[in-house]
Nanobody
């Protein structure tokens, strides 16, 4: 398992950008596919992007063309570059493995608020 620590969130106007970081300690980071998840108020947590050990990426349709996931295995870190942010992107963002462990360790997440 990994123990993630997310950072980089904040308040941004619509159309703005943020870069999220996730430092993952614990098991060997480089062997895991990593994903960014988000949970908006009153909604279930959803997977928005993931990156394989080989660097292949995939995105949920709502963020395609706006978000970019990347990883630095030497730093045990995964990133999420978010551009052209929309109010509906407002959520707490988390990173974790994909698939999730049976009892996954969740970090505290990082709050992203898109509002004018």
């Amino acid at each position: 398992q990994v123990q993630p620590v997310e950072s980089g969130g904040g308040l941004v106007q619509p159309g703005g950008s943020l870069r999220l970081s996730c430092a993952a300690s614990g098991s060997i980071f480089s062997i895991y596919t990593m994903g960014w998840y988000r949970q908006a108020p009153g909604k279930q947590r959803e997977l928005v992007a993931h990156i394989t050990t080989g660097g292949s990426t995939n995105y949920v349709n709502s963020v395609k063309g706006r978000f970019t996931i990347s990883r630095d295995n030497a730093k045990n870190t995964v990133y999420l570059q978010m551009n052209s942010l929309k109010p509906e992107d407002t959520a707490v963002y988390y990173c974790n493995t994909l698939p999730l462990a049976t009892r996954p360790n969740w970090g505290q997440g990082t709050q992203v608020t898109v509002s004018s």
